[in-house]
C-alpha cells in the first residue's frame, strides 16, 4: 500500500441469496482523488458503497482504510473514523429544520475529538456549510423542516451533512440523480471545491458528463464485477464498456 | 356533579398521560415496543416499597434508587435480549412481553399480594376545588405530569443528547453515518422510558396498592393512548389521554365504574378501524413521501 492510498477494497464481495451482488471487486483510492464508479443499473453499485460504509458486511474480501482493517465495521464506526456517505435517496432528518440536520452530524464524537470539545456557535458553523453548498444563508428556507423543501435542496443538505463530519473521503451514491441541468450545474463547483480543500471522492454516477468532468479515475461495474478501470476517455473506449454500459444505454 | 366530574376528568387524564408518556418516547426515538413497560412500572413500585420497608431507607433515597434501578433493569433487556432481535418487531414484541410476564409473575410467586404494598403519598392532605374534595397526592400527579412532559419537551429539543434521540426516531440509517451508534441511543431510550414508567409509578401508586394487575392495566392504558394518539407523537399522547381521560370518568361517573378500563379497549379497537395510524401519527405520511 503506497503512502498516498488512503482506501483499498481487495476481493470484496457480496452475495445476496444466489446473487452475487457484488463480486471480487479490488480496487485503490488514492488521497485526494476522485473516483467515478459507473455501471448500469443492478451492476452493484450500492452495494459496494454499503461494503465500504459498513452497512453491509462483506461475504469475502477487506477494506482498509489508512492502513486499517475496517471490514465489517459498524457504519457509526466507519463515520466516526471519517468516511461519510450520502443515500441515493435521500435521508434527512423529515422533522428537523434543514440547518439542524446538520447539528446532529456537528455533535457527533469525531467533530467533538477534532474540535478539542469545543463547538463554538453550531447554529452558525451549520449555515456555513449550508451556505457552502448553495443555499441562501438568511433565506427562510434552512428554518423550514426538511420535509419541506423540494428535492434539489435536500440532495444540497446531503451534501452538507457528509461535509459537516470533516470526512477523509466522503461516498456520494447518485448525488446528481433527479436533478435538473441547471442544478448539477451549480453542484458541480461545490464538488470541485471539496477536492481543492483536499478530500477524497468516490462517485457513484449515472450522469457521465458531469462525473467525467470531475472524477480523475473510474471503474466500471457490471453483474457486481470490475470490468474496467482509467481515466474516464480510456474506459469509455474501452469495448467491453461500450456493450454492457453505454450499449444499453445507447438501445434506451 | 359536573365540576367533579371536569376536576375528576381532568386529573385522570394526566394519569393516562404520564403513563404513556414513557412508552411513547421509547417507541418514538427507538421504535422498540416496550411491552415489559408495565411490569417495570410496577417493579419500581415495589422496589421503592423494598427500599422504605426491607432496608429501611428514607424515601428520598428508596424512591430515586427504585427509578435507578428500573432504568437500568430496562437497559439490560435491551443490552442482553433486545439487540439480538433488533429489527425483527415481532420478535422484540415477544420478548419484551416475554419479559414483562417473568417479571410481573415473579412478584406474585413471590407473594407481592396484599393490601400492606403501598407507597406513602407525597402530601398526606386534601383541598377542596369548589366543593370537590380533592386529595394531594392527585394535585402532585398534576404537577408530576407537566412537569414530566415539559422536562421532555425541553430535553428533546434543547439538549445534544436529545437531539441525537430526534435524529434517530427520524432515520437510523442517516444518524449512523453521522457517526452516532444507533443501539446506545436505543438503549438509552428504553432507559429514558423506563424511567418515566417508574416516576410515573411514584406518584401514581400512592392513590392505591401496589398490585401485579396493576402491569396489565397500565400495558393497556399506555397502549391505548399511543395507539389512538399516534405512536411516537407527544401531541397525540396528550390528547388522546384527555380524550380517554375523559370518557373513562364519563364512563364511571354515569354508567358502571367496572366498565373504564373497556373505554380503552374500544378506544384502541375504534381507532384501528378508522385511522390505524392513530390521530396524530405521521409514519404513514413519511413513507409516503420516500
Not at chain 1, 58 to 65: L, N
Not at chain 1, 86 to 93: G, L, T
Amino acid at each position: 500500500m503506497s503512502e498516498k492510498t488512503i482506501l483499498q477494497a481487495q476481493d470484496l464481495s457480496k452475495n445476496f441469496g444466489g446473487v452475487k451482488a457484488v463480486d471480487g471487486v479490488s480496487f485503490s483510492l488514492r488521497r485526494n482523488e476522485v473516483l467515478g464508479v459507473i455501471g448500469p443499473n443492478g451492476s452493484g453499485k450500492t452495494t459496494l458503497a454499503n461494503l465500504i460504509t459498513g452497512f453491509v458486511k462483506p461475504s469475502r474480501g477487506k477494506v482498509i482504510f489508512d492502513g486499517k482493517n475496517i471490514t465489517g465495521m459498524a457504519p457509526y464506526k466507519v463515520a466516526d473514523l471519517g468516511i461519510a456517505r450520502s443515500f441515493q435517496m435521500v435521508k434527512p432528518f423529515y422533522q428537523l429544520p434543514a440547518f439542524k440536520n446538520l447539528n446532529v452530524a456537528l455533535l457527533s464524537p469525531r467533530l467533538r475529538r477534532l474540535s478539542g470539545g469545543r463547538f463554538g456557535d453550531r447554529d452558525a458553523m451549520a449555515k456555513d456549510l449550508l451556505e457552502e453548498v448553495g443555499f441562501e444563508r438568511d433565506s427562510w428556507v434552512i428554518t423550514h423542516q426538511a420535509a419541506s423543501l423540494p428535492h434539489g435542496y435536500l440532495k444540497r443538505l446531503e451534501l452538507a451533512k457528509c461535509m459537516a463530519l470533516q470526512p477523509e473521503i466522503i461516498v456520494l451514491d447518485e448525488l446528481f440523480s433527479g436533478l435538473s441541468l441547471a442544478e448539477v450545474a451549480s453542484m458541480v463547483p461545490v464538488i470541485e471545491k471539496l477536492v481543492a480543500q483536499g478530500k477524497t471522492l468516490v462517485m457513484i454516477e449515472h450522469r457521465l458528463k458531469e462525473l467525467f468532468r470531475i472524477a480523475d479515475r473510474v471503474i466500471v461495474l457490471n453483474f457486481g464485477q470490475k470490468i474496467a478501470e482509467g481515466v474516464p476517455a480510456e474506459v469509455m473506449e474501452d469495448p467491453q464498456v461500450r456493450g454492457a454500459y453505454l450499449g444499453s444505454e445507447a438501445e434506451e | 356533579m359536573l365540576q367533579g366530574t371536569l376536576i375528576y376528568g381532568f386529573i385522570n387524564s394526566v394519569v393516562l398521560m404520564l403513563v404513556a408518556l414513557g412508552f411513547s418516547v421509547t417507541f418514538g426515538i427507538s421504535g422498540v415496543a416496550n411491552f415489559a413497560y408495565g411490569a417495570l412500572y410496577v417493579m419500581a413500585g415495589y422496589l421503592s416499597w423494598l427500599g422504605l420497608h426491607s432496608l429501611g431507607l428514607p424515601y428520598w433515597l428508596a424512591a430515586p434508587g427504585a427509578v435507578a434501578i428500573t432504568a437500568g433493569v430496562a437497559a439490560m433487556i435491551y443490552w442482553f435480549i433486545l439487540l439480538r432481535v433488533r429489527g425483527l418487531v415481532v420478535s422484540e414484541v415477544i420478548a419484551t412481553f416475554g419479559m414483562g410476564l417473568a417479571i410481573l409473575e415473579l412478584f406474585r410467586y413471590l407473594g407481592f399480594i396484599g393490601f400492606e404494598y403501598t407507597l406513602p403519598p407525597l402530601i398526606d392532605a386534601s383541598v377542596m376545588i369548589g366543593d370537590t374534595y380533592v386529595d394531594a397526592q392527585r394535585l402532585c400527579i398534576v404537577g408530576a405530569g407537566i412537569l414530566l412532559a415539559a422536562f421532555l419537551w425541553f430535553f428533546t429539543h434543547y439538549t445534544k443528547t436529545g437531539l441525537a434521540f430526534r435524529g434517530i426516531a427520524q432515520d437510523e440509517r442517516t444518524a449512523l453515518t453521522l457517526g452516532i451508534n444507533a443501539d446506545k441511543v436505543a438503549a438509552w431510550s428504553v432507559a429514558f422510558g423506563a424511567g418515566y414508567a417508574a416516576l410515573a409509578a411514584l406518584v401514581i401508586l400512592p392513590l392505591g396498592t401496589i398490585a401485579v394487575n396493576e402491569g396489565y392495566n397500565v400495558l393497556v392504558n399506555a397502549l391505548a393512548v399511543c395507539i389512538v394518539g399516534g405512536l411516537g407523537s407527544t401531541v397525540g399522547i396528550i390528547v388522546a389521554s384527555f380524550l380517554i381521560g375523559f370518557a373513562q370518568i364519563l364512563t364511571a361517573t354515569y354508567l358502571e365504574t367496572s366498565w373504564m378500563m373497556l373505554v380503552s379497549l374500544v378506544a384502541i379497537l375504534a381507532i384501528l378501524v378508522i385511522k390505524p395510524s392513530g390521530l396524530f401519527g405521521h409514519q404513514k405520511q413519511l413513507e409516503e413521501r420516500i
